[in-house]
């Protein structure tokens, strides 16, 4: 039989990352084809560019992580996963916490419970900056379309400890449906708002168990009590469905995983983690308010470096808590104009370039970067080269320090660079704001890249070594 495409393509692969007995375990994304390997040595990157389909390629930490493109990744996944008589490990997750240190494991973790959900924080932040766009416009709005505006608007934050317990006990190998319902407890209306006993115009429920005093509030806007109960919840779920027999798991493993984590949740996990979140939440907040903007000099140089060490995930919390708190998000104006720097460095190396197939290519790296995602030009122009990628740093960082300077907020997350141009809609300084920061990142690394860096000097350089 004549073999295929997908399957010619997979065999290649395979053949240029040294084998099937080179691979630990396997895994894909919406478009990467994504693989843990026994030996990096024995990976051909440049065949592997070669290849029809291959779009990229690049090492992510232990992960090496080739470009396939949405469809065409599913189909060649299953090739490489099923192709064999001896079955891949394809606990991809489960092989790259066995390697990970434990900061990269607790980013790590924290990025697989944050990712499902951002898409609806996301949509979120995107209702929020076509409503202020609106109002910008002076249209007024009749109150029940407000009101529908304001439900689309604030639902996700106001639930977001349920989509955080769903999450998490996703993550944890927990029932995701569990944790619905110990994040409805966590805001259940029966219990006061923080927000409201903050002000005074409510009490908070008050317990005093063996002398302690505890204050029960609901956890509207919170993450990290959503995350620990989650936690709670799985490991109970897991211990119990090994004691209990198959007869009463039905009943008993559910009740009792409830019971266990709800009290714990409301009673001392919630308010332990609410004043932890705080603490962190009023540190991170003293960073980016450092006076004369060094907090986004800081913050804009760093996080793309943070990007290639796989732990920027942590970040998601921190804007996720901001956005709960204040309804405004400075660090993300603090990096966006990094992430528009990463793209202008490969646009800038590829219009350099004198091979226009390459030059090509190295623009086209740029294009997801313009749209928020920068692995593709960092891993395959930017870093390969090394000098634009410091550039593009240096761009981030004096773009993080403008946005310093001008107090700068986005109203959304998981949205930058192009696309998170709604979310600095809500005021005419906002809108400025935006395009000050993006036009100084894209002007400091355009001319320091252009002025100080020759792409193809660099490959001729390569060539010879």
């Given at each position: 039989?004549?073999?295929?495409?997908?399957?010619?393509?997979?065999?290649?692969?395979?053949?240029?990352?040294?084998?099937?007995?080179?691979?630990?375990?396997?895994?894909?994304?919406?478009?990467?084809?994504?693989?843990?390997?026994?030996?990096?040595?024995?990976?051909?990157?440049?065949?592997?560019?070669?290849?029809?389909?291959?779009?990229?390629?690049?090492?992510?930490?232990?992960?090496?992580?080739?470009?396939?493109?949405?469809?065409?990744?599913?189909?060649?996944y299953n090739i490489v996963a099923g192709s064999d008589d001896s079955s891949l490990n394809t606990d991809l997750k489960g092989d790259l916490y066995e390697g990970m240190s434990l900061p990269k494991k607790v980013s790590r973790i924290l990025g697989d419970v944050f990712i499902p959900v951002i898409p609806v924080?996301?949509?979120?932040?995107?209702?929020?900056?076509?409503?202020?766009?609106?109002?910008?416009?002076?249209?007024?709005?009749?109150?029940?379309?407000?009101?529908?505006?304001?439900?689309?608007?604030?639902?996700?934050?106001?639930?977001?400890?349920?989509?955080?317990?769903?999450?998490?006990?996703?993550?944890?190998?927990?029932?995701?449906?569990?944790?619905?319902?110990?994040?409805?407890?966590?805001?259940?209306?029966?219990?006061?708002?923080?927000?409201?006993?903050?002000?005074?115009?409510?009490?908070?429920?008050?317990?005093?168990?063996?002398?302690?005093?505890?204050?029960?509030?609901?956890?509207?806007?919170?993450?990290?009590?959503?995350?620990?109960?989650?936690?709670?919840?799985?490991?109970?779920?897991?211990?119990?469905?090994?004691k209990v027999p198959d007869v009463l798991d039905l009943i008993i493993t559910p009740f009792c995983t409830i019971l266990v984590a709800g009290l714990l949740g409301l009673i001392v996990v919630g308010p332990i983690c609410q004043f932890i979140e705080l603490g962190v939440l009023n540190a991170a907040k003293a960073?980016?308010?450092?006076?004369?903007?060094?907090?986004?000099?800081?913050?804009?140089?760093?996080?793309?470096?943070?990007?290639?060490?796989?732990?920027?995930?942590?970040?998601?919390?921190?804007?996720?808590?901001?956005?709960?708190?204040?309804?405004?998000?400075?660090?993300?104006?603090?990096?966006?104009?990094?992430?528009?720097?990463?793209?202008?460095?490969?646009?800038?190396?590829?219009?350099?370039?004198?091979?226009?197939?390459?030059?090509?290519?190295?623009?086209?790296?740029?294009?997801?970067?313009?749209?928020?995602?920068?692995?593709?030009?960092?891993?395959?122009?930017?870093?390969?080269?090394?000098?634009?990628?410091?550039?593009?740093?240096?761009?981030?960082?004096?773009?993080?320090?403008?946005?310093?300077?001008?107090?700068?907020?986005?109203?959304?997350?998981?949205?930058?660079?192009?696309?998170?141009?709604?979310?600095?809609?809500?005021?005419?300084?906002?809108?400025?704001?935006?395009?000050?920061?993006?036009?100084?990142?894209?002007?400091?690394?355009?001319?320091?890249?252009?002025?100080?860096?020759?792409?193809?000097?660099?490959?001729?350089?390569?060539?010879?070594?």
């Open positions: 039989m004549k073999e295929t495409r997908d399957e010619a393509v997979a065999a290649a692969i395979v053949k240029e990352i040294g084998g099937k007995g080179n691979i630990r375990a396997v895994g894909h994304c919406s478009s990467r084809l994504r693989v843990t390997l026994h030996d990096k040595q024995l990976v051909n990157e440049k065949a592997i560019e070669e290849i029809d389909g291959v779009k990229g390629q690049f090492f992510n930490g232990d992960q090496y992580q080739i470009i396939l493109g949405t469809g065409f990744v599913d189909r060649i924080l996301v949509a979120t932040g995107l209702f929020s900056g076509i409503i202020n766009c609106i109002n910008a416009f002076g249209v007024e709005m009749n109150p029940n379309v407000l009101t529908i505006a304001t439900i689309l608007m604030k639902t996700a934050f106001t639930f977001l400890p349920v989509l955080i317990a769903w999450a998490g006990m996703k993550q944890f190998g927990g029932t995701p449906v569990i944790g619905i319902v110990l994040g409805l407890m966590l805001v259940n209306p029966l219990l006061p708002n923080p927000n409201d006993v903050a002000k005074g115009v409510v009490d908070a429920i008050i317990f005093q168990p063996f002398g302690l005093t505890l204050s029960v509030v609901g956890y509207q806007g919170s993450v990290l009590p959503a995350l620990v109960v989650a936690i709670i919840a799985a490991k109970t779920e897991k211990f119990l469905k090994k960073v980016i308010n450092l006076p004369f903007g060094l907090g986004g000099l800081i913050i804009g140089g760093t996080q793309q470096a943070i990007v290639v060490t796989g732990m920027h995930h942590i970040f998601l919390a921190l804007e996720t808590d901001l956005l709960a708190t204040t309804g405004f998000n400075p660090f993300n104006s603090m990096i966006t104009g990094g992430i528009i720097a990463q793209a202008t460095a490969a646009f800038t190396v590829g219009l350099k370039m004198r091979d226009k197939k390459k030059g090509g290519f190295f623009m086209s790296a740029s294009l997801p970067a313009f749209l928020g995602i920068t692995e593709p030009a960092i891993f395959g122009v930017n870093l390969k080269f090394g000098k634009p990628f410091l550039f593009a740093l240096c761009g981030g960082a004096t773009a993080g320090w403008v946005a310093g300077l001008l107090h700068a907020a986005s109203t959304g997350m998981g949205v930058a660079a192009i696309p998170g141009f709604v979310t600095y809609l809500y005021s005419a300084t906002g809108i400025r704001d935006y395009f000050i920061i993006h036009g100084v990142a894209i002007l400091v690394t355009f001319c320091l890249v252009y002025f100080f860096f020759d792409p193809n000097k660099a490959l001729e350089e390569e060539l010879v070594s």
